[in-house]
């Protein structure tokens, strides 16, 4: 199955200095039915203003993984890292048993990026970092693992069997991946027009897939993406309380 979730259908919450769409229940944004997509729990589509930003707050037991499209962050946290996220960088926190991070946008203009959480594959892991550039050469008409947890070569690494590639499709081209048994796909088109496996994907629109033979992605118009592969589970100990990813229980 293939369901395509309409551009129109994401939460967005304007504050100001923040403009955010929610793609899943988020802060005071709750859906029962649009908690998460198997162990992918948050996906949110951010642009920060210069000058203001995220102070310090906590994070436990997720795996977090932000996606600069455009500008730059600066990034603190109570690990002693102390970094600016740029365009084309990923960074990965594994929040593990618990830390403190601070994001603040210092630039002159405004930064876009993406924020994904995804499921740890176990519980009470050490807090760790990593982070590392890329180019969009590198996943021109090609799907890049940018993370993974699936042993992937040159992607960030994390704790959770899941992989977010990223990939620029000139209009004409194709690229596919293989679906597997116990995986679903997600994808978020970020610009432009593209068919999945015939199914018309618009600018801003999501597929949340559910196949066994293989997904072919071809572009209609020059288009900008990210795909996720993630176990089809539903998570553990989680609930309306604890959406920013503190423990239940």
Same mark, same amino acid.
């Given at each position: 199955?293939? =369901?395509?979730? &309409?551009? $129109?259908?994401?939460?967005?919450?304007?504050?100001?200095?923040?403009?955010?769409?929610?793609?899943?229940?988020?802060?005071?944004?709750?859906?029962?039915?649009?908690?998460?997509?198997?162990?992918?729990?948050?996906?949110?589509?951010?642009?920060?203003?210069?000058?203001?930003?995220?102070?310090?707050?906590?994070? =436990?037991? /997720?795996?977090?993984?932000?996606?600069?499209?455009?500008? =730059?962050?600066?990034?603190?946290?109570? /690990?002693?890292? &102390?970094?600016?996220?740029?365009?084309?960088?990923?960074?990965? /926190?594994?929040?593990?048993?618990?830390?403190?991070?601070?994001?603040?946008?210092?630039?002159?203009?405004?930064?876009?990026?993406?924020?994904?959480?995804?499921?740890?594959?176990?519980?009470?892991?050490?807090?760790?970092?990593?982070?590392?550039?890329?180019?969009?050469?590198?996943?021109?008409?090609?799907?890049?693992?940018?993370?993974? $947890?699936? $042993?992937?070569?040159?992607?960030?690494?994390?704790?959770?069997?899941?992989?977010?590639?990223?990939?620029?499709?000139?209009?004409?081209?194709?690229?596919?991946?293989?679906?597997?048994?116990?995986?679903?796909?997600?994808?978020?088109?970020? &610009?432009?027009?593209?068919?999945?496996?015939?199914?018309?994907?618009?600018? &801003?629109?999501?597929?949340?897939?559910?196949?066994?033979?293989?997904?072919?992605?071809?572009?209609?118009?020059?288009?900008?993406?990210?795909?996720?592969?993630?176990?089809?589970?539903?998570?553990?100990?989680?609930?309306?309380?604890?959406?920013?990813?503190?423990?239940?229980?």
């Amino acid at each position: 199955m293939i =369901e395509i979730v &309409k551009a $129109g259908a994401r939460h967005l919450s304007d504050f100001g200095w923040l403009k955010t769409y929610w793609l899943f229940s988020f802060s005071d944004y709750y859906d029962p039915r649009n908690i998460q997509f198997g162990a992918l729990r948050v996906f949110n589509d951010d642009v920060v203003q210069p000058g203001t930003g995220f102070p310090t707050h906590p994070h =436990e037991e /997720m795996e977090i993984v932000t996606i600069v499209l455009d500008g =730059e962050m600066t990034h603190q946290d109570s /690990m002693g890292n &102390k970094t600016v996220i740029q365009t084309g960088d990923v960074q990965r /926190m594994s929040a593990g048993t618990g830390l403190t991070h601070s994001e603040f946008n210092l630039a002159d203009r405004p930064v876009h990026f993406y924020q994904i959480w995804i499921f740890p594959d176990e519980a009470e892991l050490k807090p760790s970092y990593d982070q590392k550039r890329f180019s969009a050469s590198d996943w021109r008409n090609k799907l890049l693992p940018v993370a993974s $947890g699936q $042993g992937k070569a040159g992607a960030v690494t994390f704790h959770t069997d899941a992989t977010i590639y990223r990939c620029d499709l000139e209009a004409g081209k194709k690229v596919a991946h293989k679906a597997t048994a116990g995986r679903r796909i997600f994808v978020y088109l970020t &610009k432009g027009l593209l068919t999945a496996n015939g199914e018309t994907v618009r600018s &801003k629109d999501q597929a949340r897939i559910d196949i066994d033979e293989p997904l072919v992605l071809a572009a209609k118009q020059d288009s900008e993406l990210i795909l996720i592969v993630v176990p089809s589970c539903k998570g553990w100990g989680y609930s309306r309380e604890t959406l920013k990813g503190k423990k239940s229980g």
